[in-house]
């Protein structure tokens, strides 16, 4: 990256591009004086500016599937949850409330599915198993 204190220059999908945080941005270089400004421009660009359309697409699509107004109720641990999911599988839960379509419990199928599945879930899980 090529820094002036009003512009920036940086790979962005295999291509150089320039983005000048002021106007004539690329002929001020970094010095002693304005470097507090280059920080706090770069870092609202880095952090605000440079990701305001994703974070924009991100907002308007958590927000139709989880009404704003329920949130205020909730604390960030549980929203986490809602995101992610719970942080632990029980494999015991699981089969208990499984319904199996054309297949019955102890059909060789299904215990093969379940002794794959908690190899897979310890390979690719590790400790989220229970």
Known sequence: MVVNVQSLVYPLAGK??????????????????NRAEFVRLYLDWLLNNSISE???AFYLGFHSVCASNALIMLRPEEVEQLVCGCPTIDLGELRK???????????????HFWQVNRIGIVVTSGSRLS
């Open 16 to 33: 150089v591009t320039t983005r000048e945080l002021v106007p004539n941005g690329r002929n001020k270089p970094v010095n002693n004086e």
């Open 54 to 56: 994703k974070f924009r």
């Open 97 to 111: 409330v499984t319904y199996y379509d054309g297949y019955k419990q102890d059909d060789k199928t299904i215990q």
